[in-house]
């Protein structure tokens, strides 16, 4: 499985499974026909196959505030 594509570390790809994987036990359709039925092996497959998508939240960086003297 390559991960450099959807995921930018295997840190990311760990917990976006993961999260994956809880929104499949709670009832969740999968998004593929699966071998498992495991929800952690179903989320893998789904990433894998490019159905699941990781995005990175955009860090919003405050200008420091210049005080005057």
């Not at 594509?5 to 969740?28: D, E, I, P, T």
């Not at 359709?29 to 699941?52: N, T």
């Amino acid at each position: 499985m390559t991960t450099e594509s959807a995921f930018h570390n295997k840190y990311s790809l760990v917990k976006g499974a993961a999260r994956r994987a809880r929104q499949l036990q709670s009832g969740a359709a999968p998004l593929i026909v699966a071998k498992s039925m495991k929800a952690c092996r179903v989320a893998q497959d789904e990433i894998e196959q490019g159905h699941v998508k990781f995005v990175l939240p955009v860090q919003l960086v405050e200008p420091p505030l210049i005080l005057p003297n």
